[in-house]
């Protein structure tokens, strides 16, 4: 059975960092690519960054986190990060991380096979 565990959330002030992770058991992500999701209240959960298996790691990602957020993946740990830097309240949301088989990072929701629960960031202005 394939499980993502996120974990890493809080309540932090705007211009503050949190680094999320996201734990994969039952499933090697070796192969997989990986990205994290957000969905704040009233809205549609949209992408926010994902990260190939492929050699080169290509990562990739939304107009909104680009120069602060950075995705990251451990493979041995079978494990994926989320460093959010220069974080703004407009950011806060449950953020969930998903996996899916093959190379390409998807950025639609119905390409990935297997999500997370979720964690809360909240961000204070």
């Known amino acids: 059975q394939v499980q993502l565990v996120e974990s890493g959330g809080g309540l932090v002030q705007a211009g503050g960092s949190l680094r999320l992770s996201c734990t994969v058991s039952?499933?090697?992500?070796?192969?997989?690519?990986m990205a994290w999701f957000r969905q704040a209240p009233g809205k549609e959960r949209e992408f926010v960054a994902g990260?190939?298996?492929?050699?080169?790691?290509?990562?990739y990602y939304a107009d909104s986190v680009k120069g602060r957020f950075t995705i990251s993946r451990d493979n041995a740990k079978n494990t994926m990060y989320l460093q959010m830097n220069s974080l703004k309240p407009e950011d806060t949301a449950l953020y969930y991380c998903?996996?899916?088989?093959?190379?390409?990072?998807?950025?639609?929701?119905?390409?990935?096979?297997?999500w997370g629960q979720g964690t809360q960031v909240i961000v204070s202005s």
């Open positions: 998903a996996s899916r088989r093959g190379q390409v990072v998807r950025q639609g929701l119905n390409e990935y096979d297997y």
């Open positions: 990260i190939s298996w492929s050699g080169d790691g290509s990562t």
């Open positions: 039952g499933r090697t992500i070796n192969f997989s690519t």
